[in-house]
Antibody, heavy 119, light 107 residues
Framework: QVQLVESGGGVVQPGRSLRLSCAASGFTFSSYGMHWVRQAPGKGLEWVAV????????YYADSVKGRFTISRDNSKNTLYLQMNSLRAEDTAVYYC????????????WGQGTLVTVSS | AIQLTQSPSSLSASVGDRVTITCRASQGISSALAWYQQKPGKAPKLLIYDASSLESGVPSRFSGSGSGTDFTLTISSLQPEDFATYYCQQFNNYPLTFGGGTKVEIK
């Protein structure tokens, strides 16, 4: 079954860290760039970060640069997002998403995991 | 960063109506644009990629057009299952960006 399953969300205090995981199955994970996208409660979508298929290239949104790190383990078919120095404004549902094979667009998304930053 | 401005931010329409949503980029992005549909509590779903290519399995009543800075998503005959929020996203430059969304509601 082709799917992405996120985990690792929860409630965390401001300034603390959290690591999200995204387990991929049903496709050749090591062939695709992968992204994190987030959505604050009641708000629109915000792109967070991307990692190339082999992990050699990474880009970040300005809002998370220097605090978040995207990584992947192709041997485990898993994508990660290490989130440090968390702020209240990082509260959101975090989705992982897969690059499309035929062009620009995410043709596979996870179900999302909620991160709440609160004291 | 490239800004994407969607309009309208919301609209009310009836089943069977033709609906058009626009997305304007702050600078040219060629055809590097995707459209998504999102329903409450669910992940977005890809509708259109490369500005005008219909994703496999998406009904043909959805279509996309445009290049450069101006893009449109058209639903030719609105169906009950189409009431949702729609987003555009540009892939031309990092950081990637999304439009603010258009909520399509039942009239």
């Amino acid at each position: 079954q082709v799917q992405l399953v996120e985990s690792g969300g929860g409630v965390v205090q401001p300034g603390r860290s959290l690591r999200l995981s995204c387990a991929a199955s049903g496709f050749t994970f090591s062939s695709y760039g992968m992204h994190w996208v987030r959505q604050a409660p009641g708000k629109g979508l915000e792109w967070v970060a991307v990692i190339s298929y082999d992990g050699s290239n990474k880009y970040y949104a300005d809002s998370v640069k220097g605090r978040f790190t995207i990584s992947r383990d192709n041997s485990k078919n898993t994508l990660y997002l290490q989130m440090n120095s968390l702020r209240a404004e990082d509260t959101a549902v975090y989705y992982c998403a897969k690059d499309g094979a035929g062009g620009d667009g995410y043709n596979l998304w996870g179900q999302g995991t909620l991160v709440t930053v609160s004291s | 960063a490239i800004q994407l401005t969607q309009s309208p931010s919301s609209l009310s329409a009836s089943v069977g109506d033709r609906v058009t949503i626009t997305c304007r980029a702050s600078q040219g992005i060629s055809s590097a644009l995707a459209w998504y549909q999102q329903k409450p509590g669910k992940a977005p779903k890809l509708l259109i990629y490369d500005a005008s290519s219909l994703e496999s399995g998406v009904p043909s009543r959805f279509s996309g057009s445009g290049s450069g800075t101006d893009f449109t998503l058209t639903i030719s005959s609105l169906q009950p299952e189409d009431f949702a929020t729609y987003y555009c996203q540009q892939f031309n430059n990092y950081p990637l960006t999304f439009g603010g969304g258009t909520k399509v509601e039942i009239k």
